[in-house]
């Protein structure tokens, strides 16, 4: 019964996922695996604008990491927007693994966020396959990333937070 309910609950909730993935896929492959999850709709940045945020109840935020930052399209996207309270919440991949002290990847984007007034429900961030300029010489770094398990834990994790948001 409960399960049900959860499941009824998923379905119903409006997920917009704001993706920008530009070299290897890495992040789109990640929102389309949480498009499995959740029914949700991946548009890019520049395709949003305030009448499409207002019709959906939770937005996701993603791309890969460009030197320690997402984006800039993203934040172009925030510069127009209002959010006021909206759920939202922040995804990404990124050749280099996430260590706070050397490249809070995500920070940039939850500072932005918070300025809009949004309410960050979680963060996503997985590897994905890199090979930046000396890093194509060595056929680049975190081959075969983002993997199957890491799709999966993105599955988990948007189901988490649309079932934790619209309860």
Same mark, same amino acid.
């Given at each position: 019964?409960?399960? +049900?309910?959860?499941? #009824?609950?998923? /379905?119903?909730?409006?997920?917009?996922l704001?993706?920008?993935?530009?070299?290897?896929?890495?992040?789109? $492959?990640?929102? #389309?695996?949480?498009?499995?999850?959740?029914?949700?709709?991946?548009?890019?940045?520049?395709?949003?604008?305030?009448?499409?945020?207002?019709?959906y109840?939770?937005?996701?935020?993603?791309?890969?990491?460009?030197?320690?930052?997402?984006?800039? +399209?993203?934040?172009?996207?925030?510069?127009?927007i #209002?959010?006021k309270?909206?759920?939202v919440?922040?995804?990404?991949?990124?050749?280099?693994?996430? /260590?706070?002290?050397?490249?809070?990847?995500d920070?940039?984007?939850?500072? $932005?966020?918070?300025?809009?007034?949004?309410?960050?429900?979680?963060?996503?961030?997985?590897?994905?396959?890199?090979?930046?300029?000396?890093?194509?010489?060595?056929?680049? /770094?975190?081959?075969?990333?983002?993997?199957?398990?890491d799709?999966?834990?993105?599955?988990k994790?948007?189901?988490?937070?649309?079932?934790?948001?619209?309860?």
């Amino acid at each position: 019964m409960l399960l +049900s309910v959860v499941c #009824e609950l998923l /379905i119903m909730a409006k997920v917009l996922l704001v993706c920008i993935s530009i070299h290897h896929g890495n992040t789109l $492959k990640v929102a #389309e695996g949480m498009t499995e999850a959740v029914d949700a709709e991946i548009l890019k940045p520049f395709d949003v604008d305030q009448d499409l945020i207002r019709r959906y109840d939770i937005i996701g935020f993603g791309s890969g990491i460009y030197y320690g930052r997402h984006h800039r +399209s993203i934040f172009s996207l925030l510069d127009k927007i #209002e959010l006021k309270g909206k759920p939202v919440f922040i995804f990404y991949t990124s050749g280099a693994p996430k /260590i706070p002290i050397l490249n809070g990847c995500d920070e940039a984007l939850k500072r $932005k966020l918070r300025k809009k007034n949004a309410k960050i429900v979680g963060v996503f961030g997985c590897r994905g396959f890199s090979n930046p300029g000396p890093l194509k010489l060595v056929g680049g /770094i975190c081959k075969g990333r983002p993997s199957e398990e890491d799709l999966e834990k993105a599955r988990k994790f948007v189901m988490e937070v649309v079932s934790s948001t619209i309860r």
